[in-house]
């Protein structure tokens, strides 16, 4: 069966480290993986693209594998802030549609 | 503010009544989705439409929901004879054309069937 999943466990990291997180799918053929923020209440925020044909992306702090032989995306905020605690869900879209299909998302605190 | 806006924020609602959310897209945007998310987990792709026409729909999705978009700009979504399970956030966004670009959401519509 097809599924994507993220660690459902909350990640707790102190100021400055780097925060990383995973996105595991099966049965998929994403052309292009995203990741979103999403705060309390409200609806989600996007932050990077990755197609299939590239290896890695860096905005600012941020950066996105994508490994399509091991069939993971992993995300790194680096010098982790407390205003970056959120819940970071993963989006992919397979090739031929134009429908995204999401994770169930990693809520992350950072501890000041 | 040009965002994606949804109305209303939050609707309560009894078991067995009809309810109807409308979205208002980005302007320039042609695609609009909508999804549902429960409590813990990542939104739930329900629909999405290219301009006015749906092009695609959960099979999750039951016959007691139905969504339009008219005139291509804004879309509304339906629930007939709302059940307690139908309780969620509902979710609205827009992207222009094209595979690569990101999805704006808007605010969302919080449902509570009692």
């Known amino acids: 069966s097809q599924k994507i999943e993220q660690n459902s466990e909350a990640l707790n990291i102190q100021e400055g480290k780097t925060a990383t997180l995973t996105c595991n799918y099966t049965?998929?053929?994403?052309?292009?993986l995203q990741w979103y923020r999403q705060d309390p209440g409200r609806g989600p925020v996007f932050l990077l693209l990755?197609?299939?044909?590239?290896k890695e992306k860096r905005k600012e702090r941020l950066k996105v594998t994508f490994d399509t032989t091991l069939k993971q995306s992993l995300f790194h905020i680096t010098a982790s802030q407390p205003a970056d605690s959120a819940t970071y869900l993963c989006?992919?879209?397979?090739?031929?549609?134009?429908?995204?299909?999401f994770g169930t998302g990693t809520r992350l605190k950072v501890l000041a | 503010d040009t965002g994606v806006s949804q109305n209303p924020r939050h609707k309560i609602t009894k078991r067995g009544q009809n309810v109807t959310f409308r979205c208002d897209p980005i302007?320039?945007?042609?695609?609009l989705y909508w999804y549902r998310q429960t409590l813990g987990q990542g939104p739930e792709f329900l629909t999405y439409?290219?301009?006015?026409?749906?092009?695609?729909k959960s099979r999750l999705l039951s016959d007691r929901f139905s969504a339009e978009r008219p005139k291509g700009s804004f879309s509304t979504l339906e629930i007939q004879r709302t059940e307690q399970g139908d309780s969620a956030m509902y979710l609205c966004?827009?992207?222009?054309?094209?595979?690569?670009?990101?999805?704006?959401f808007g605010p969302g519509t919080r449902l509570t069937v009692t």
């Open positions: 966004a827009s992207s222009p054309d094209g595979y690569s670009y990101e999805q704006y």
């Open positions: 049965n998929y053929s994403p052309a292009y």
């Open positions: 990755i197609r299939e044909n590239e």
């Open positions: 989006a992919l879209v397979t090739s031929g549609t134009y429908k995204y299909i």
């Open positions: 302007s320039e945007h042609n695609r």
């Open positions: 439409f290219q301009n006015e026409a749906q092009l695609e």
